[in-house]
């Protein structure tokens, strides 16, 4: 049976407990990076916290957020550590929804279909916009969160990263799996903090960038930040 490896970013607090436990428990490599922040330092610094057959526990620590955090740069750190046969990546604050038995049918299809990487939904209920309905706001989008580890693929983007596939005879593919994500199911105040989070890389990825993709979630982040 095929490996996977399931790589995560997170912060102090996180609940990896419940997001290990969405998971199957065989053949499953996780591998886990811890951000830090550090003002007193001149430069980012990496370490090992430990290393085991089925978890890798790393942590990486910036000087500040606005000038220094990527979160390509976070993947590509987790990628190095992947010794699956597939790589999944999921936020701290996603769970596996899909019924482990069927999950595992739709990896090996995948697998059969010889693509490199592959899109997985991620659905989850939003507080960005205000209802007088009975009902919070959906979503289900797809994302490129999956990647065979022999292809070698590298994150791009400091934030809002994605796969660059852009490099000529990369093949995807679609599947069925699914993610719960519960990043915006939260308070306003909180909203607003990780909007401004995002804001401030964005301008930082703009500014590096000048697309119409990075334009294009500039605007939609600041139309949503109430200062």
């Known amino acids: 049976m095929m490996k996977l490896s399931c790589c995560v970013i997170y912060s102090k ?6 997001w290990r436990k969405s998971l199957p428990l065989e053949n499953i490599q996780v591998v886990a990076l811890e951000t830090k922040f550090d003002p007193s330092l001149q430069e980012i610094k990496r370490e090992e916290i430990g290393i085991t057959d089925s978890l890798i526990g790393l942590s990486i620590t910036f000087p500040n957020q606005e000038e220094y955090f990527d979160f390509s740069l976070c993947r590509n750190i987790l990628d190095e550590y992947a010794n699956g046969d ?16 069927e999950f595992w049918s739709f990896l090996e299809a995948v697998d059969h279909s010889g693509a490199d990487a592959a899109f997985v939904s991620i659905a989850g209920i939003t507080r960005e916009t205000k209802t007088t309905e009975m009902w919070e706001s959906r979503y289900n989008l797809p994302n490129l969160r999956l990647h065979r580890r022999s292809t ?10 994605l796969l660059d596939i852009d490099l000529g005879g990369i093949t995807t593919a679609d599947t069925e799996i ?4 519960k990043g915006y ?25 000048r697309s119409e993709r990075n334009w294009m979630y500039l605007v939609k982040t600041f139309s949503l930040i109430k200062k």
Request: glycine letters at 6%.
């Open 178 to 181: 699914l993610l719960h994500h």
């Open 185 to 209: 199911a939260i308070g306003e105040e909180d909203f607003q903090k990780k909007l401004t989070r995002n804001a401030k890389l964005l301008v930082r990825e703009y500014m590096r960038e």
């Open 152 to 161: 070698g693929l590298k994150w791009s983007g400091i934030c809002h990263e």
């Open 86 to 101: 597939w790589i999944l990546h999921m936020d701290s604050d996603e769970r596996l929804f899909t019924p482990h038995d």
């Open 13 to 18: 607090g996180d609940d990896l407990v419940s």
